[in-house]
């Protein structure tokens, strides 16, 4: 087997290992999934509120935010992961990922794919089952289309949070994930249409890859029109992952060395 091989198989082996864990509190999954609905709930009520043709005919601001919503959950999940190896570290498990053979670059993707994972296959789930209870029209043909734009903008978000889990190895802070996921999931139009911000904001909405996911996933399962041709936002949030995945690598092992160096890795 090749050493990428090994490397796969040992992320498979801590992704069971997690979820062994997580699915072991067998109310975590029941009262997440209650938490979800409230909040998809309260929108559905909300949405009655918004006059119709905001975002589209009367009732589709509800599924235009409930992919929203969905979407912020994959996004907290991968920002949440210094929170994650921090947990580890306190523990003092964080040592068996040092000298394992993955090492603490692989070791953290490792750590951190579960939740990562997790939160994609549950928001899906939450969408197929508002769409049920709800009756938000998906589009059937766009359901494909979606996964794989969910697994390039999970990939995305993923490599964001290995950032800061960078920080949180070379400076022992894990700070600022929160802002982040709410100035992303407010710029990025996951709960209002980026045409109501003034114009001097909008750009923000052209400098980070939740933008394009949500429009894609929008456009895919809603039909609804993209800011851009649909080539341009592939082309732009594929853009975003593939410059993102080498710099989270380059800043997680320049952040493992410097901790090494002081003697600090272990420490939090």
């Not at 996004?75 to 000298?99: D, P």
């Not at 993955?102 to 794919?113: E, K, R, S």
């Not at 290995?162 to 999931?185: C, N, R």
């Amino acid at each position: 087997m090749s050493t990428l091989g090994h490397y796969l198989g040992a992320v498979v082996a801590t992704i069971k290992r997690d979820a062994t864990i997580f699915f072991s509190y067998r109310m975590r999954l029941f009262s997440q999934l209650l938490g979800m609905l409230f909040t998809v709930t309260t929108f559905y009520y909300v949405a009655k509120l918004v006059r119709p043709g905001a975002v589209g005919p009367q009732g589709r601001y509800f599924a235009f935010v409930v992919i929203g919503i969905v979407a912020t959950a994959v996004l907290t999940s991968a920002l949440n992961s210094a929170q994650i190896i921090r947990a580890e570290l306190m523990a003092g498990n964080f040592e068996r990922v040092l000298i394992s053979p993955l090492g603490p670059v692989w070791g953290v993707v490792a750590v951190a794919a579960f939740p990562i994972l997790y939160a994609t296959i549950f928001s899906g789930a939450m969408l197929g089952l508002a769409a049920i209870l709800f009756g938000i029209p998906v589009a059937a043909g766009g359901i494909l289309p979606a996964l794989g734009v969910a697994v390039v903008g999970a990939l995305a978000m993923g490599c964001i949070g290995m950032l800061f889990v960078a920080g949180l190895l070379a400076f022992k802070s894990a700070m600022g994930a929160t802002w982040v996921v709410a100035g992303l999931s407010l710029l990025g139009g996951a709960y209002f249409p980026l045409r109501l911000f003034p114009s001097w904001l909008r750009w923000t909405s052209d400098v980070q890859p939740f933008t394009p996911t949500l429009d894609l996933l929008r456009h895919a399962l809603l039909g609804t029109p993209t800011r851009h041709s649909v080539f341009v936002e592939v082309l732009t949030l594929v853009g975003f992952t593939a410059v993102l995945m080498p710099l989270c690598v380059g800043a997680l092992a320049l952040a493992t060395s410097l901790s090494r160096r002081r003697g600090t890795i272990m420490e939090y």
